[in-house]
């Protein structure tokens, strides 16, 4: 087996002075393809932010034993503003990180890679459109192309399949099937039903992780792992997660 | 008309034609920053907070725009450092420093001795009595902004849009977003001197609303907005000048007219175009 993209070791981390991941162990593996799951404001998202390196550690280390990976990263589409005025081409270029970053123009080079990504994402044909023009499942699409320019080694996607409609979740679903052999996959997703059949193995996070190294988790183990989230509810019937006891 | 060529033999005219084209290019940039941004209520804040400092300066003795300026950058960085780390309500600190700044202007200016007889100006603009040194602080500063936007376009656009990935991707996002703050507050204080405190966020929103209604790409708002920013600048300043009104309420009032023009144009065009595609 090769050696581990990323550690967490022991990590403590939250905002201010509280507390919201404690403890956290987990590794990372080059063809992994992690579902994370737990209840709202079980800090699915702070682990993200410790991975990617902008939240500051209470307490244990993150390593990379390959070297820092290159990382996609998808994040909630909640938390942008739609309506900037900025192209999908725009929006897909910010995901380079090239020599060029100082300058006002993509190189040559640059805007074929842009070009590349949009037409195997199917986007070309709105490619001078701005985000705010976008459907759903489009604006998933094109948040996801920034994360993939940069050919990452892990990719982290954060509730990707909200506020989209099932064909593109399954057509999403076949494309992150395909990404996965070549690189590692988080999926963070509140919903365990609809993403279970697709990842290899679960992440539990609700103050801690407990780590299920498979993508079958019964009700039962979940209590045990202390991560309510609604196994039955999904697709159309509004999600419910349950109250801890 | 040949009035209006007359009135350009005059060096006050033409300064003051420069004055306003110049001011109008200068808030083409800032102003789709702050329209993007949506920070328009923010520059409101830095605006007013402004006036503070130009009673200050007045009751010491000093030069009122350095007054103005040193009140207005030290409320926008405070400002973006509020918004960073997010523990104080933001639009309440705004509304206090908003008011403070007017308050302690007053407060100053009613404490100089002897009559303050700009004060009307700050607040409402007199482009017309714009010197040459002026001009070329205006002129210098502009040259510095476009400088910065030129060479670090991608990296203001990306901060301001997405101030998190733009960190994940290595643009040390604090320094784009402290610079812009201190641009925005000068940009603001040197635009006073042509149209006041009162008026002058309407040069930094008007203009860009108006390109808006045209694109939605922020690298095209900024040439529209200059357009039209100074097609509406330098009319309202012909108006002000037959009429004898305050040049700001003149040029604002332009603006707003030009902006409704095209908006009502905007709207017709796509009421014809809907009618197209049902017919074919």
């Known amino acids: ?245 | 008309m040949s009035e209006v060529f007359s009135i350009l033999e005059y060096a006050f005219f033409r300064n003051a034609l420069a004055a306003a084209l110049l001011t109008s290019l200068l808030a083409a940039m800032v102003g789709t920053y702050i329209v993007s941004r949506k920070i328009v209520f923010i520059s409101g804040g830095i605006t007013h907070a402004s006036f503070g400092g130009i009673g200050m300066a007045y009751f010491f003795g000093l030069n009122p725009l350095l007054g103005a300026a040193v009140f207005a950058v030290l409320s926008a960085t405070g400002i973006e450092w509020i918004s960073q780390k997010g523990k104080v309500r933001e639009d309440s600190a705004i509304a206090i420093l908003w008011s403070l700044g007017m308050a302690l202007g007053i407060i100053f200016v009613f404490m100089t001795p002897g009559y303050s007889p700009n004060l009307m100006s700050f607040l409402f603009g007199s482009i017309l009595s714009v010197g040459k040194a002026e001009l070329y602080l205006l002129l210098a500063f502009f040259i510095l902004t476009l400088a910065f936007f030129i060479v670090f376009f991608r990296p203001v656009v990306y901060t301001a849009f997405d101030p998190e990935f733009a960190r994940i991707m290595g643009i040390p996002v604090a320094f784009f977003r402290y610079t812009m703050s201190v641009i925005i507050a000068l940009a603001i204080v040197i635009s006073i001197r042509t149209v006041g405190i009162i008026l002058v966020l309407s040069l930094f929103t008007i203009p860009q609303i108006t390109a808006m209604l045209f694109t939605r790409d922020f690298a095209k708002i900024i040439p529209l907005a200059a357009l039209w920013g100074a097609l509406g600048s330098l009319a309202g300043l012909f108006f002000s000048y037959f009429f004898n009104i305050p040049s700001g309420a003149a040029i604002i009032f332009i603006l707003t007219l030009q902006f409704l023009i095209l908006k009502g144009f905007v709207m017709a065009r796509n009421f014809f175009r809907r009618d197209e595609k049902v017919i074919t």
């Open chain 1, 1 to 245: 087996m090769s050696k581990p993209l990323a550690i967490l070791e022991n990590v403590t981390t939250g905002y201010f002075s509280d507390i919201v991941l404690k403890n956290v162990d987990l590794e990372i593996f080059p063809n992994d393809f992690i579902g994370v799951i737990g209840p709202n404001g079980g800090g699915k998202t702070t682990m993200i932010k410790v991975l990617l390196g902008i939240l500051p550690l209470f307490k244990g280390k993150v390593t990379f034993p390959q070297g820092k990976p290159n990382m996609g990263y998808l994040p909630q589409i909640s938390q942008i503003d739609k309506s900037f005025p900025i192209t999908v081409r725009d929006l897909v270029g910010s995901g380079l990180k090239t020599e060029r970053s100082w300058f006002p123009h993509l190189s040559a080079k640059q805007k074929k890679q842009v070009n590349q990504m949009l037409d195997e994402a199917g986007l070309m044909s709105l490619a001078s459109k701005p985000i705010g023009e976008l459907s759903g499942g489009q604006t998933q699409k094109a948040f996801l192309c920034r994360a993939l320019i940069n050919h990452p080694q892990l990719l982290i996607l954060d509730e990707p399949n909200t506020f989209v409609d099932k064909g593109f979740e399954q057509e999403l679903y076949r494309w992150l099937k395909e990404l996965n052999k070549e690189m590692a996959i988080l999926l963070v997703s509140h919903d365990i039903g609809t993403i279970s059949p697709m990842v290899k193995t679960i992440a539990c996070v609700n103050g801690t992780l407990h780590y299920h190294p498979s993508n079958q988790l019964t009700e039962d183990l979940l209590k045990v792992y202390n991560c309510p989230v609604d196994i039955i509810a999904h697709g159309p019937v509004p999600h419910r997660v349950l109250k801890d006891h």
